[in-house]
């Protein structure tokens, strides 16, 4: 049962342009999202986070949006860099209510490449 | 401020053995979770230690346990290793409030023969 799913296994972008990955999830317990990039054979690392109590969060080059009533997020990367080429991944947890903050469920990833 | 740490980066077992992977967080976080990756599961939360107690677990075997110490490291018990055991293991710290960011080590990387 994939509680969090990232259709789009791949995206393509040219440097310079937005960049707009999608996650859809289920479980409507969902309170607290985040996005992390993942280079391999590291650690995913920590980009933005968005509460269900907001719709939109903003860091840099970086935004998210949040649609509670479709269960979706988006993470909209403005301009794309060559350095953003990775994989993503959205999380999701149910901590605000259920106190189980520390357990993310995650997509599948999206393999984002900036060409130049 | 330094990062989260794991020990030993890299790892082979045979089956039936036993592994201990090792995790210290960021200085200050008293939230430790682990993650195990694998290409056909993806990234799945195993379970999660606070004050050296297990506060939330996922759904894996009894095989695979753990204990946080005073100083918030955390160790990770594999026993009985299969060979569907095989993946990267990535441990996490946060301040552990509700809704806390947290931040992922480098993972180990364990293969079982």
């Known amino acids: 049962d994939q509680q969090v799913k990232q259709n789009s296994p791949s995206l393509s972008v040219q440097e310079g342009r937005i960049s707009i990955l999608n996650c859809d999830y289920t479980?409507?317990?969902?309170?607290?999202f985040l996005w992390y990039k993942k280079y391999p054979a590291e650690g995913p690392t920590f980009l933005i986070s968005i509460s269900s109590i907001k719709d939109k969060n903003e860091d840099g080059r970086f935004t998210v949006f949040l649609n509670k009533s479709a269960k979706h997020l988006s993470l909209h990367i403005v301009p794309s860099q060559p350095g953003d080429s990775a994989v993503y991944f959205c999380a999701a947890s149910a901590g605000w209510y259920s106190g189980t903050a520390s357990k993310l469920t995650f997509g599948t990833g999206t393999r984002l490449q900036v060409t130049l | 401020k330094a990062g989260v740490t794991q020990t030993p980066r890299y790892l082979i077992k045979t089956r039936g053995q036993q592994v201990t992977l090792s995790c210290s967080p960021i200085?200050?976080?008293?939230?430790v979770s682990w993650y195990q990756q694998t290409p056909g599961q993806g990234l799945q939360f195993l379970f999660e230690y606070f004050s050296e107690t297990q506060r939330n677990k996922g759904n894996f075997p009894g095989r695979f346990s753990g204990r946080q110490f005073s100083n918030s490291r955390s160790e990770m018990n594999v026993s009985t290793l299969e060979l569907g055991d095989s993946a990267l293991y990535l441990c996490?710290?946060?301040?552990?409030?509700?809704?806390?960011?947290?931040?992922f080590g480098p993972g180990t990387r364990l293969t079982v023969l």
């Open positions: 996490a710290s946060s301040f552990g409030a509700e809704a806390d960011t947290q931040y």
């Open positions: 200085s200050g976080h008293r939230s």
């Open positions: 479980n409507s317990m969902f309170d607290y």
